[in-house]
C-alpha cells in the first residue's frame, strides 16, 4: 500500500509458490521505501498452511492488505484452491514514528538509482525464472511428444536452469537476453506448450 494513500483502504495481490510441492509459505510484511527487504522495517510474519501439492506457480494465493480508520494493519492470506487461510493484525504500535519515516523517504531519495538498477535486475530474473519453470511444468504435463522432441526441450529447460543457479544476481539484459533466446529455441514447440494461451504472464512467487 503506497504511502499517503487515504484510509480505510483494502489492496491485494496474488503470488504463488517458489518451489514444487511447496505445502505453506511465508508471509512477510515490511513498511518502507528501499526494494531490498533489509532496508525495510518487519512488522510482523505469518504462515498458510495447508496449499495442495502442485508445481510451483500453479497454486494462487492473494494476499489482502487491509488498513481500517484507525491504521490499524490487517494481512490476510488465502489459497483460492483449499479455502486455507491465515492473518495477522498489526496496530500501530509497531509502526515506525513519522521521523523514522521521514529518514527512510530521505534515504530512498538519495539512492533512487541504485535502488532502480536493482529492481530493475530482480525483476528481469524473476521474470526469466519464472518463465523457465513454466516451460518446465508444460513439458512434464505433455503426453504426446516425441522423444526427441522431449529430450530437446528438457535439455534446455536444464540448460536455463543451471544458468539460474550459476547467476543468482546477474544484469537485467542477460535476464532478458536468456529468455528471448529460450523463447526462440522453443518457437517451433509453443503449440505443444501452450495450445489454448498466447500470452506468459506469471504471478509473483512466495
Known sequence: ???????????????????????SVSIVIFEGERPQVKHNHLLGKFNLNGIRPAPRGQPQIEVEFGIDANGILT???????????????????????????????????????????????????????????????????LTELETAAEEYLNNEVERCVNWLDQHTDPPADESHQMKTELQQNLELYMDHLFPSQTSDQEKDEL
Open 1 to 23: 500500500v503506497p504511502k499517503n494513500t487515504n484510509i480505510p483502504v483494502k489492496r491485494s495481490k496474488v503470488f504463488s509458490t517458489a518451489a514444487d510441492s511447496q505445502e
Open 75 to 141: 494481512v490476510t492470506a488465502k489459497d483460492k484452491d483449499t479455502g486455507e487461510e491465515a492473518k495477522t493484525v498489526i496496530a500501530n504500535d509497531g509502526r515506525l514514528s513519522d521521523a523514522e519515516i521521514q529518514e527512510m523517504i530521505n534515504e530512498a531519495n538519495q539512492r533512487k538509482n541504485e535502488d532502480d538498477e536493482f529492481r530493475s535486475r530482480k525483476e528481469a530474473v524473476n521474470d526469466f525464472e519464472a518463465y523457465v519453470y513454466k516451460i518446465k511444468s508444460q513439458v512434464q504435463n
